[in-house]
């Protein structure tokens, strides 16, 4: 089993920024991808971005060039860092991690981003 322990969030005004960073524990081993989804109310989670092992990065078109993913192997810890946030960016967004086909989550932090 896979622990994530998201921290981070928050409510920030249109054009502000914020960090979210998933802490892993557990049976950690063989966790090849990390990242970040998000729901808003009333609508489907979705990817926001992800990082593979090998540092390689994909993001929802919505974030690109906005939002940034990164990963601490040694921490294993992967980092999201919001910029230039609009309110379409608000929703609970949930740390993900994908280990030999099995998917876990964490409990999910708050973004909320006024106009």
């Known amino acids: 089993q896979v622990q994530l322990m998201e921290s981070g969030g928050g409510l920030v005004q249109a054009g502000g920024s914020l960090s979210l960073s998933c802490a892993a524990s557990?049976?950690?081993?063989?966790?090849?991808?990390m990242g970040w989804y998000r729901q808003a109310p009333g609508m489907q989670r979705e990817l926001v971005a992800v990082i593979i092992a090998g540092g390689i990065t994909n993001y929802a078109n919505s974030v690109k060039g906005r939002f940034t993913i990164s990963r601490d192997n040694a921490k294993n810890t992967v980092y999201l860092q919001m910029n230039s946030l609009k309110p379409e960016d608000t929703a609970v967004y949930y740390c993900?991690?994908?280990?030999?086909?099995?998917?876990?989550w964490g409990q999910g932090t708050q973004v909320t981003v006024s106009s």
């Open positions: 993900n991690a994908q280990q030999l086909g099995s998917y876990y």
């Open positions: 557990g049976s950690i081993f063989s966790i090849n991808t």
